[in-house]
T-cell receptor, first 113, second 113 residues
Framework: GAGVSQSPSNKVTEKGKDVELRCDPI?????LYWYRQSLGQGLEFLIY????????KSGLPSDRFSAERTGGSVSTLTIQRTQQEDSAVYLC???????????FGDGTRLSIL | GDSVTQMEGPVTLSEEAFLTINCTYT??????LFWYVQYPGEGLQLLLK?????DKGSNKGFEATYRKETTSFHLEKGSVQVSDSAVYFC????????????FGQGTTLQVKP
């Protein structure tokens, strides 16, 4: 597709379960970003990939959060042992280079019961 | 650290009214500045940008001027429409800072017919 694609669009899971969120960036975009949008916290940066490397992981809130990117394309954000405070919309963005405007996906709405 | 402050919403206007959403920033160096818009049920879309002082970004009738002396990037539109109802986010990034976006809290705009 032409835009950033994220899946699933909605995810409901029980506290303590692991979840995986997927992002397909725009073809040819080398930079990929994960953000989290939650009530009271606004939009927060989580992690940045350049190719398959993650030079900036400073926004990951705890060691339960991890992410990887393969083939310079698809990225997966994994949250282990989910907690209720992890409930949020997780947004992925990509750009041609890290100094170019970012294009966002529609996000994954994660709800932890 | 870098930060962005937006006027609190919600902002409620009648159709054809003049819109201003204030945005100020704190950053070292010379950041690039952006306005993103999130329509109901949709993802973030880039509305406009400015990369250096005194640049004016414009799109869809919206304008914002990069004012370094006042560290501001206020969003304006001369005549709003009902279809402009959305959440507006001001954001910055600094080159050499991995390109991650620092967002303001967002301002909800509601335009009534």
């Amino acid at each position: 597709g032409a835009g950033v694609s994220q899946s699933p669009s909605n995810k409901v899971t029980e506290k303590g379960k692991d979840v995986e969120l997927r992002c397909d960036p725009i073809s040819g975009h080398t930079a990929l970003y994960w953000y989290r949008q939650s009530l009271g916290q606004g939009l927060e940066f989580l992690i940045y990939f350049q190719g398959n490397s993650a030079p900036d992981k400073s926004g990951l809130p705890s060691d339960r959060f991890s992410a990887e990117r393969t083939g310079g394309s698809v990225s997966t954000l994994t949250i282990q042992r989910t907690q209720q405070e992890d409930s949020a919309v997780y947004l992925c963005a990509s750009s041609f280079q890290d100094n170019q405007p970012q294009h966002f996906g529609d996000g994954t709405r994660l709800s932890i019961l | 650290g870098d930060s962005v402050t937006q006027m609190e919403g919600p902002v409620t206007l009648s159709e054809e009214a003049f819109l201003t959403i204030n945005c100020t920033y704190t950053a070292t160096g010379y950041p690039s500045l952006f306005w993103y818009v999130q329509y109901p049920g949709e993802g973030l879309q880039l509305l406009l940008k400015a990369t250096k002082a005194d640049d004016k970004g414009s799109n869809k009738g919206f304008e914002a001027t990069y004012r370094k002396e006042t560290t501001s990037f206020h969003l304006e539109k001369g005549s709003v429409q009902v279809s402009d109802s959305a959440v507006y986010f001001c954001a910055l990034f600094r080159s050499g800072n991995t390109g991650k976006l620092i967002f303001g809290q967002g301002t909800t705009l509601q335009v009534k017919p």
